[in-house]
């Protein structure tokens, strides 16, 4: 096992736990367990006896159909080299309490999670030298515990992380490219983030508030589309980040049509939805920064009154 004053190696060698093993951390685990390395899920007792038994199961037009062994937990107690995070939002403080810090110590802590703001909830809570931000682009869903069904033709992963050293950033996409996904580090976190915020708030907003496929709201809600867009382009600038509302138009036209959200799967099923850590940090980030979000303000409250 390495130590963590040097790189992660990519020869199976590294040792990575994964909080969530859903859609996202079950590819993940399953993609690295695939590739040598020692992985350990972190879950409920369910599914942490089910992966003990069977194992990752992926059915994948990108990286095929296969299985892989993984150990299971519902804590961390091993020394591991980095713990991915990929709980949803609504989950975090519970799940959080599946890595202690002190079980957690140098490994870096890499959150696949939507929003802003957990970066400093996290480094409030384990050191600051450790929590690298990451953004994943893919449709991956878990139909069973231990069963991922990766539907996108592409997984993409940005690692970031200003306070992190940039020597084990590079290490860990190493190690996570190698296992399959393109993997990339990026200078800057806030522009990281915010480049998925600015794509996510108008998507998940928008085709929650009416049950609509992207298609469907790009055409009868256009109007909404394109003022929500250029909201979120002004917070963003404002923070730090980018800001292109033409381009972020072009790409949610060429999205196919029957494109949901994962905010809007998740109200369809009757879950909580991740409605504070996206609308709520837009707008709080907004009044930050004294920016107008007319059409994002009354979004939110009609999808809060919605809950209730």
């Avoid at 199961?57 to 159909?65: C, L, M, N």
């Avoid at 084990?168 to 976190?189: H, I, K, M, Q, Y």
């Avoid at 920064?289 to 009354?298: E, I, K, L, M, Q």
């Amino acid at each position: 096992m390495t130590t963590h004053d040097e790189k992660l190696t990519y020869d199976g060698g590294s040792t990575v736990a994964v909080l969530g093993p859903g859609g996202i951390g079950g590819l993940l685990a399953g993609l690295l367990a695939r590739a040598g390395h020692r992985v350990i899920c972190l879950a409920g007792d369910e599914t942490a006896a089910a992966l003990r038994t069977r194992g990752i199961r992926v059915r994948s037009a990108v990286f095929g159909d296969f299985t892989a062994q993984v150990e299971a937990e519902t804590e961390l107690r091993t020394r591991v080299d980095a713990c991915l995070v990929a709980v949803k939002h609504t989950a975090l403080d519970a799940a959080l309490d599946r890595v202690p810090p002190a079980a957690l110590g140098d490994a870096l802590l890499v959150p696949f999670l939507n929003g802003v703001e957990h970066p400093a909830t996290l480094r409030a809570r384990y050191r600051e030298d450790v929590v690298a931000p990451a953004v994943i682009r893919v449709e991956s869903t878990r139909v069973a515990p231990g069963e991922i069904v990766h539907g996108s033709p592409f997984a993409e992963v940005d690692l970031a992380g200003d306070t992190v050293p940039r020597e084990r950033l590079e290490a860990l996409a190493a190690v996570l490219g190698a296992a399959g996904p393109t993997t990339r580090v990026l200078p800057d976190e806030t522009a990281a983030l915010w480049a998925k915020m600015s794509f996510l708030a108008p998507f998940a907003l928008l085709t929650t508030r009416y049950g609509l496929p992207l298609g469907d709201v790009r055409t009868r809600h256009r109007e909404e589309l394109t003022a929500l867009v250029e909201e979120t382009a002004a917070v963003s600038r404002a923070c730090g980040g980018p800001a292109d509302p033409v381009q972020a138009l072009a790409r949610y036209d060429a999205f196919p049509a029957g494109t949901k959200s994962s905010m809007q799967r998740d109200a369809e099923a009757g879950h909580r939805l991740e409605l504070d850590a996206i609308g709520g940090a837009l707008l709080r980030a907004a009044d930050q920064h004294g920016v107008p979000v007319p059409v994002t303000t009354r979004l939110v409250a009609e999808l809060e009154a919605a809950r209730h």
